[in-house]
């Protein structure tokens, strides 16, 4: 079982945080209530102390596990109290600038209007719960009980790895034998080498590092297998190498009494003069590593050693030399997936029945192709009768059934494993995922916002919440806790995947600790009917279960994620939810009918996302949500922003619709925006435009020029006005700018951009603009610039010399409006990190380009125009085998003036250079 406190300390965090925060401002001067608010802020500490304590349990009995409930609600009840007593105090009225600014308008209305008694008179039945909450920890002896709980023997759910028989395994011989051949590869090379075989639980990592072991140990002068775990005994596990190494029994015989040092040193004389093989399996932390990793000597005897982790960084601190390995487990193909699964039910005589094959599908589809997951269903099916009503049974309980049924207690307790390594703030992260069904996408930018807006996320030693955010989401990608999607240049992860199979851990988890209810069909599970409904996660509702939803009490509501695409005609009033954080809309259809009034009353709403949806105009009332910071239109058909959508000042991130917007009047008061989007330059006020220069902590700008008369005074003065405000911007945070359309004015003027910010990551123009030269300030000063897309009017190799320069460029669009007849050559120097490049010239008869040796050496994807007509002068050979990283390349071939011969021999030399390039890298070829 794993702790259960998680969700209990994701709620009482913030709660401290707001009572620190009243203290400090001028509710807290008032005497009465500041002795109060002091008393309640020291005793929730003192449960956050045990709550802490309580997180490294890993079998909590029923006792402690009703306490950390009532400690949770506690928490969450005691946030809405004073949310709405400061919601109540300011009459519904501007709160900009936060509590302290709040409580200087306020404070004298606290004094006159009797609210002291009102927050003396909550705070005292809050007093008393908790003096309940507090006396139950104490009958309840709750602190012996942690004592008494740690330290009782589990048995390893992963032995069975160990003794797998050969004709049981499926799909995994292709990797062994591959393995097993880079293992001994080399032997005239004599220094050792690590394979780093590293994946999510239950893909087969211990299993196949022991086969790879079992095929290679003959080799070898001593071998041995050991197993770290999450908690490792370090003396203990040397000691098992020495055991399992050393041939001598009087090597051994004082073995006991060694201290870890000198355990370490015995092992280092042993292995000294022999080649060994070691395999160390399931390695949870790089300090453990480390403490293992300096007792294996590097003796230059070809000696190999093999690691298994969850965790890339661990993985990756295995394997410090260019001649080390990690692999990363894949799950099984569903041919592997079907053979594992029917093997072992029906054996390999007997075929499914028919009835039993789509059912049997489905179920193989939830497994995912995680060998322990397959396994360990069908000895969940084994003793059910070979019947479809009993299979779907099956299919639809395996989530419940996780937590119940002894088949499945193998795969849980693996599971489970990852889960109870995480630390508490990384636990209340991954539980929010249960709010996404089976095998969707989830953008990341949207979940680390709606993390912010839940108050999940602080700022630490000197992070911004968004850092620590980002910080967390790659840590479940390291920790291979979810599956990352669409990987940019730079390293960045736009979304992820969960595994349905910890998708399920995940679901039961947040049940068990009342985080989130999620509404799913047959599937919905309404938890423990004494807790409020703290979050919601609709994904499939019906007219019953909408019956049932709408007798549920929902004014704790503080999340409503719907992913449902059609499910707003069984959506509760917004009436009802009035202490909601996050109200996510994305992708729902129907919305322009629901009834939006109420939703002034949302006054904590800081995240509201009506994304892809069908609504057509924002309602009037989203301009009293004083506490908003993320407003998504995209998406939408949403012509424009209400005018008083400037007193939202808390606002970071508007990002609009399908239409263009001008730039409210009043924007310069919003200084919180980190991003705006698709504001037309042209149609908006000049004194709109200057405002632009006014949001210091700007860090993404897309702007249109929508131009009419493109050499009209008008927009010359809006051209120079927005060039201002870009200037001003300079000195500040901006680190995107995108600038759709422009006239000339615009990029003369862009020529003499200063300052420049100086964390400038990215600059794209249109291709209906053009710069007449490069501009002043492109050149190697510009260290962080990671994405160029401009628009040349000449391309020259001095043009292409002074962009190779650029330090830390990945991915260059380069345009060009005129024709060139010349070929351009990019020579062996220059554009270090490039792995995306993009020519396309729109003139008929533009010249190709060639890559010299050395060029472009890390590009991995290549999108090249070119005219036949010109190219032929040249020869159709372009350097691609110059190129040694490259994995996809796009060619447009340009037909003009060519004829279908010339247009043959260009596209057949092109194919040849792709297929001896030694990676065989992707080809796709057009003839325009």
């Known amino acids: ?173 292709g990797p062994r034998d591959d393995l097993a051949k880079w293992m001994l590869e080399e032997e005239n090379n004599h220094r050792r080498r690590v394979l780093s075989i590293v994946g999510f639980g239950g893909l087969g990592k211990t299993t196949l590092a022991n086969e790879v072991y079992r095929n290679i140990q003959g080799h070898f002068d001593c071998h041995a297998f050991v197993s770290v775990s999450q908690k490792p005994d370090t003396k203990k596990i040397i000691k098992d190498l020495i055991s399992q190494v050393s041939r001598k029994d009087e090597f051994t015989k004082d073995m006991e009494s060694w201290d870890e040092k000198k355990s370490i040193g015995k092992l280092r004389e042993l292995l000294q003069d022999k080649r060994y093989l070691l395999i160390i399996d399931d390695i949870w932390s790089i300090l453990a590593w480390n403490a293992i990793n300096c007792a294996f000597p590097e003796n230059n005897s070809s000696s190999r050693i093999i690691t298994t982790t969850r965790i890339l960084e661990v993985a990756s601190s295995c394997c410090p030399a260019r001649d080390d390995q990690i692999y990363q487990m894949k799950p099984l193909s569903d041919n592997h997936s079907g053979r594992l699964f029917f093997n072992r039910i029906f054996g390999p005589d007997e075929i499914c029945p028919d009835m039993l094959i789509e059912v049997s599908n489905t179920i193989l589809k939830k497994c995912g192709g995680l060998p322990l997951a397959i396994i360990s269903i069908t000895c969940l099916l084994a003793n059910r009768p070979r019947v479809k009503e009993e299979w779907e049974k099956v299919k639809r309980s395996i989530g419940s059934d996780l937590d119940g049924n002894h088949s499945l207690e193998g795969m849980k307790n693996i599971l489970s494993m990852s889960y109870n390594d995480l630390p508490p703030n990384l636990k209340t992260v991954l539980l929010h995922l249960s709010n996404f069904p089976e095998d969707y996408v989830i953008d990341r930018e949207r979940l680390v916002r ?75 599970v309404w938890g423990n009917s004494q807790c409020s ?38 959506l509760p009033s917004l009436t009802k939810f009035e202490t909601l954080r996050v109200l996510d809309f994305q992708a729902c259809r129907g919305l322009e009918v629901y009834d939006m009034d109420g939703i002034e009353n949302l006054f904590q709403l800081k995240y509201l996302s009506f994304r892809r949806t069908d609504i057509k105009e924002l309602p009037s009332g989203i301009v009293m949500l004083h506490d908003l910071e993320m407003l998504d239109l995209r998406g939408t058909t949403i012509k424009d922003l209400p005018a008083r959508i400037v007193q939202l000042t808390k606002q970071q991130h508007v990002l609009p619709g399908n239409h263009v917007w001008k730039i409210p009047i009043g924007i310069g008061n919003m200084t919180n925006l980190r991003e705006i989007s698709d504001f037309d330059i042209t149609t908006s006020s000049v004194g709109a435009v200057k405002e632009l220069g006014s949001l210091i902590n700007l860090k993404v700008l897309h702007v249109r020029f929508r131009v009419k008369g493109a050499e009209s005074q008008e927009c010359k003065s809006h051209a120079e006005m927005f060039h201002s405000s870009l200037c001003k911007l300079g000195s500040y945070k901006l680190q995107s700018v995108w600038i759709d359309g422009g006239n000339s004015t615009l990029f003369e003027l862009l020529d003499s951009w200063s300052p420049l910010p100086s964390c400038l990551q990215r600059f794209q123009m249109s291709t209906d603009c053009c710069f007449s030269k490069l501009p002043k300030w492109i050149s190697p000063a510009l260290t962080s610039l990671a994405y160029l897309d401009i628009n040349l009017s000449v391309i020259t190799e001095e043009v292409l010399g002074i962009l190779g320069e650029l330090p830390a460029l990945l991915s260059l669009k380069l345009y060009t409006n005129t024709v060139h007849k010349d070929r351009l050559v990019l020579q062996g120097r220059g554009f270090r990190c490039l792995k995306e490049f993009l020519y396309k010239p729109f003139g008929e008869g533009a010249g190709t380009l060639l890559f010299e040796e050395g060029a472009l050496p890390k590009l991995e994807k290549l999108e090249l125009w ?16 110059h190129l040694p990283y490259l994995k996809d390349v796009l060619v447009i071939l340009q037909k003009r003036d060519a004829t279908s011969s010339e247009v043959e021999a260009a596209e057949v030399a092109i194919r040849n250079e792709i297929s001896l390039h030694p990676n065989h890298p992707r080809l796709s070829l057009f003839k325009g």
């Open 533 to 570: 409904i703290r979050r919601l996660s609709i994904q499939d509702i019906d007219q019953e279960l909408a019956s049932v939803l709408a007798k549920k009490d929902l004014s704790n509501l503080r999340s409503l994620v719907i992913t449902a695409s059609r499910c707003i005609k069984h």
């Open 450 to 524: 709606q993390w912010i807006a839940e108050g999940f996320i602080s700022e630490e030693r000197g992070r911004s919440c968004q850092e620590v955010t980002e910080s967390y989401f790659y840590e479940l990608i390291n920790k291979s806790l979810v599956q990352q999607v669409d990987i940019r240049h730079d390293g960045k992860v736009r979304a992820c995947r969960v595994h349905d199979m910890m998708l399920e851990l995940i679901i039961s988890k947040s049940i068990e600790e009342n985080f989130i209810t999620v509404v799913n069909g047959s599937q919905t």
């Open 866 to 881: 070119f005219s036949v007509s010109v190219a032929k002068a040249y020869g159709f050979y372009l350097g691609i085998e």
């Open 1 to 173: 079982m794993a702790p259960v406190v998680t969700a209990a300390l994701g709620a009482l965090g913030p709660l401290l945080g707001k009572l620190a925060d009243l203290l400090s401002n001028e509710c807290g001067r008032l005497k009465r209530v500041r002795r109060e608010i002091r008393s309640l802020k020291a005793e929730l500490a003192g449960m956050h102390g045990a709550l802490v304590k309580y997180t490294r349990l890993e079998n909590p009995d029923e006792q402690v596990k009703i306490w950390v409930s009532l400690v949770r609600e506690l928490s969450y009840d005691t946030e809405d109290c004073f949310d709405m007593f400061i919601r109540h105090l300011g009459d519904g009225g501007s709160r900009d600038g936060g509590f302290k600014e709040f409580f200087r308008k306020t404070a004298r209305r606290l004094k006159t209007l009797g609210a002291r008694r009102g927050i003396a008179n909550q705070i005292d039945d809050l007093k008393l719960r908790i003096k309940e909450v507090k006396e139950l920890k104490t009958s309840y002896k709750l602190d012996d009980t942690a004592s008494s709980t740690q330290g009782h023997a589990t048995v390893d759910p992963r032995l069975a790895a160990l003794f797998a028989e050969e004709a049981h395994l499926v799909g995994i011989d």
